[in-house]
């Protein structure tokens, strides 16, 4: 919602308190919200960004974004070129060195798993991203990203964000929760708690 129905003001007051009650987790993506008319995508990033620069809580917070949706004219995908423009900009936007979860926002059936994760494996060896994760992934495509990543010593995803909710859960709860289960992830069906409940 930030830069789209949430301004940059309250939003500020937002994070404030989000932090303030305990929650830690702010998720975004570089695409957020291309949707406006007039928008080219980044400003949910770039208000983050400010408010982290001005309220001093970096440390105190994780910071998720995503890379690969159209962003116009700045392209799409999770070709290695896009994916090391894209972690650029992002880094730009939200004022920081490091991205504490980097995920590929779709799966890019036109670029090799193995180009994606050796991109993203390169991010975490020179510091800009400290953990990778998928969202909106397929069980099958999920299975062969982790398949690839132990055969040719790549990161791996290590977190995923699917659709689920109240109305959407048969695909998480049937195909998608086993793989995260043989994985060793920590898997929940809590769709929103606060540390430590």
């Not at 989000?18 to 957020?32: E, K, Q, R």
């Not at 670029?111 to 993203?120: I, K, Q, V």
């Not at 299975?143 to 990543?149: E, G, K, T």
Request: with cysteine.
């Amino acid at each position: 919602m930030l830069g789209w129905t949430v301004d940059e003001a309250t939003g500020f007051r937002i994070l404030d308190a989000f932090v303030s009650a305990g929650f830690n987790l702010i998720d975004t993506a570089d695409t957020y919200s291309i949707w406006v008319p007039g928008h080219r995508g980044g400003k949910s990033e770039t208000i983050i960004g400010k408010w982290l620069r001005e309220s001093g809580r970096r440390h105190e917070v994780v910071i998720a974004t995503k890379v690969g949706m159209d962003m116009g004219p700045a392209g799409k995908g999770l070709s290695a070129k896009h994916i090391t423009r894209s972690v650029d900009a992002s880094l730009g936007r939200l004022q920081t060195d490091y991205i504490d979860l980097y995920q590929a926002h779709a799966d890019d059936p036109e670029t090799s798993l193995e180009e994606t994760l050796r991109a993203f494996s390169s991010l975490i060896e020179v510091g800009k991203v400290r953990a990778i994760g998928a969202s909106n992934y397929d069980a099958e495509r999920l299975l062969d990203a982790l398949r690839v990543s132990a055969e040719d010593g790549f990161s791996r995803y290590e977190a995923l964000q699917p659709l689920y909710n109240l109305t959407d859960r048969q695909n998480y709860e049937r195909t998608l929760e086993p793989v995260c289960r043989k994985s060793g992830w920590a898997c929940s069906r809590t769709l929103l708690s606060r540390p430590g409940s």
